[in-house]
C-alpha cells in the first residue's frame, strides 16, 4: 500500500540517494520555484515604492529645470505651480492626442503601432525609432503658450541620453535644458549634467533666418548665438546633443507641434 | 572556546592575510567599476555581503541533498535570486544610489568571490561558519573597494562622501582634482598599487613564480 503520509513521503525524499534522477529532478524544482517566489514577491511587494521613486525623479527634474530657466520660478509661482499643464501630444500631426492622457501613455507605448520607424538618413539622433505620442509640459500666459518643455532622446558615447528642453514661447528660443538620463564618461562627457553647461543653453537661437536648425554645440568656445560652449575631451557626446536637439526640433521630432504652437493653434 | 576562536579566525582571515580581492584576485569587474566614489563602493560592498552571506546560509542549510550533477545551477540560482531582490531593494529605498550603481548590483550574480564561497565553502560546512566565512569574504571585498574608492573619491573630487573636504581650485582653494583618477585605468593602477603594499608587508602572499627567465648567455 503506497504510503500517503506527507512527512514520511518528504523523509523518503531526502533519504534517496542524491544522484537518483528523481532527486535531482525535484531538487531542481524545488529551488527553482523557492526562488521564484522569493523574487516575485520582492518585486510585486516593492514595485509601488519604485514607481513612486521615478516620479518623484521626473518631478524633480522638472522643478530644477524651471528654476533653472530666467523668471520661470516666479512665473510658475505666481499661479500657483498650476500655470504647467501636461499635455500628450500626437507628433505626426503636431495636435493634442486625443484618446491619449498621461496614464494611458506608458500603456499606449508599449504598442510598436505607436511607433515610427526613421529612415537611416533621416535619424541624425540614432535612436531608429520615434514614439508616436509624447508627454509636454505647457506654461500659458492668458491664451498664449510662453514655455513648452519638450522630452528628447537621442544615443550618445557610451549609451542613450535623455533630457529635458525647455523652449520659449517664439519656438525660436532656447528656455534650459535638463539632461535625465546619460552614461557618459565621468569627467569628460558626463559633465553634460553640470548645470553651468545646462545654463548656457538659455537664450540660444535655434533656427536661423531662412528657418533651419542651426544650434550647435560648439568645438571648444561658442562664437555665434546659435551654438553653446563645446565640452573638451567629448566631441562623441558634444555631437550627439547638437543631432538630437536639431533631430527633435525637426520635422520628424516636435517640428509639426512647434508650428502649431507658432500659428497659436494651442 | 575553541570553537569560537575558529570562528574568529574564519571572520578575521579574509580581511587581510586571505583577502578575496588582492590575494585571489576575484571580483576585480565590479571592484573597478563602482569605485568612483565612497558611498557607491560602500552601497556595493554592503550588497555583496548581504548576498554572499544569505546565499552560504542557505547553500549550507541544502548542502547534503544537493546533487553533484547540478550543483552549480543550483548554487547561481540561489545566488542570483538574491541578487535580484537586494537589486529591488535598493530601487525602492536607495533610488538614487542604485541609478548611478546601475548594472554593477545585477552582476553580483557573476561575482566569482560569491560563486567561489558557496562552491568551495558552504558546500562542505554547517550553516553558522559558512555564513561568518561568507560575512569575511564579503568584508575583505568591501575593505579594498573603500579604500579605493575613498582614494579616488579624495583625490578625484576632492570629496569623501560627497563632503568637499579639499577646496577645489576652481572655487578659490588650492586643490586641481586629477581627473584620472575618475577613470576606470586608475582604479587598476590603485589596485596594482595595493596588492604590490599588501605583499611587500606580508611576503608569504607572494606567488611563487611560474615561469623563470631565460639565463641570457654572458658573450665574453
Known sequence: MAD??????????????????????????????????????????????????RAAEQEARLEALIAAVPGMAELVGAAGGAALSTVVVDLRR????????????????????????????????????????????????GERVSLAILPIVGTGYNGRIQALLALNGDMQTLAGIAITEQSETPGLG???????????????????????????????????????????GATRTSNAITQMVRFWVGPHGYGPLMAAIRRREF | MAAAEGLWGTLTAPLIRQNPV????????????????????????????????????????????????????????????????????????FFELSQRLSVFVSLIATNCIVLGRTESFARANPPLRSMVDALGSGLGYGLVLVVIGATRELFGAGRLLGIQLLPLAEEGGWFTPLGLMLLAPSAFFLLGGLVWAMRSLWPEQVEDTEFSPHEIASQD
Open chain 2, 22 to 93: 588582492t590575494l585571489q584576485i576575484l571580483g576585480i569587474c565590479s571592484a573597478l567599476a563602482v569605485t568612483t566614489s565612497l558611498d557607491t563602493a560602500l552601497t556595493m560592498a554592503t550588497a555583496l555581503t548581504v548576498v554572499i552571506v544569505c546565499a552560504a546560509g542557505v547553500i549550507s542549510l541544502i548542502r547534503a541533498h544537493i546533487p553533484a550533477a547540478i550543483r552549480l545551477i543550483v548554487q547561481i540560482i540561489v545566488v542570483a535570486s538574491m541578487v535580484i531582490v537586494v537589486d529591488q531593494f535598493l530601487q525602492a529605498f
Open chain 1, 190 to 232: 558626463a559633465r553634460i549634467e553640470e548645470p553651468r553647461w545646462q545654463q548656457s543653453f538659455a537664450g540660444k537661437q535655434l533656427f536661423d533666418a531662412a528657418g533651419s536648425a542651426r544650434f550647435t554645440v560648439a568645438r571648444g568656445q561658442a562664437r555665434t548665438d546659435h551654438e553653446v560652449d563645446g565640452i573638451t
Open chain 1, 94 to 141: 503636431g495636435t493634442a492626442a486625443a484618446e491619449i492622457t498621461p496614464e494611458t501613455l506608458q500603456a499606449a507605448l508599449s504598442d510598436p503601432a505607436n511607433w515610427t520607424e526613421i529612415a537611416p538618413g533621416d535619424d541624425v539622433a540614432g535612436i531608429r525609432s520615434r514614439p508616436d505620442f509624447a508627454q509636454i509640459y505647457l506654461l500659458r500666459e
Open chain 1, 4 to 53: 500517503l503520509n506527507p512527512i514520511s513521503v518528504w523523509r523518503k525524499f531526502l533519504s534517496t540517494p542524491n544522484e537518483s534522477r528523481v532527486k535531482t529532478l525535484c531538487v531542481a524544482f524545488i529551488v527553482s520555484a523557492a526562488c521564484a517566489l522569493m523574487v516575485t514577491a520582492a518585486t510585486v511587494v516593492l514595485r509601488p515604492i519604485q514607481a513612486q521613486n
